[in-house]
Nanobody
């Protein structure tokens, strides 16, 4: 079972990035997929999650207005489109898979991809 996150990088404030997370089919087929992030010196926090059928949840309404989670079931891939990036979005972003989205700590995790937003 593997999750491979990619798409991070350095971007100026106001810019956009799209993160991708490719999952093995066994993980992906029926799991809730999520994105988390961990900023330097801070706890890991939930960003967004999406069910197999496309139902999504976000950390907050303000984040929902800038970030969009989506999935391509044919490609076993989940995406996080991030627009209007701010320096406070700087973090390592992780994708994760969980059976129902209620116990991420016992789910599967990718290796993380670094997003750096410069001011």
């Amino acid at each position: 079972v593997q999750l491979q996150a990619s798409g991070g990088g350095l971007v100026q404030a106001g810019g956009s990035l799209r993160l991708s997370c490719a999952a093995s089919r066994r993980t992906y087929s029926s799991y809730v997929m999520g994105w988390f992030r961990q900023a330097p010196g801070k706890e890991r926090e939930f960003v967004a999650a999406i069910t197999w059928s496309g139902g999504s949840t976000y950390k907050s309404d303000s984040l929902k207005g800038r970030f969009t989670i989506s999935r391509d079931n044919a490609k076993n891939t989940v995406y996080l489109q991030m627009n209007s990036l701010k320096p406070e979005d700087t973090a390592v972003y992780y994708c994760a898979a969980d059976r129902d989205g209620s116990s991420w700590s016992s789910g599967y995790w990718g290796q993380g991809t670094l997003v750096t937003v410069s001011s």
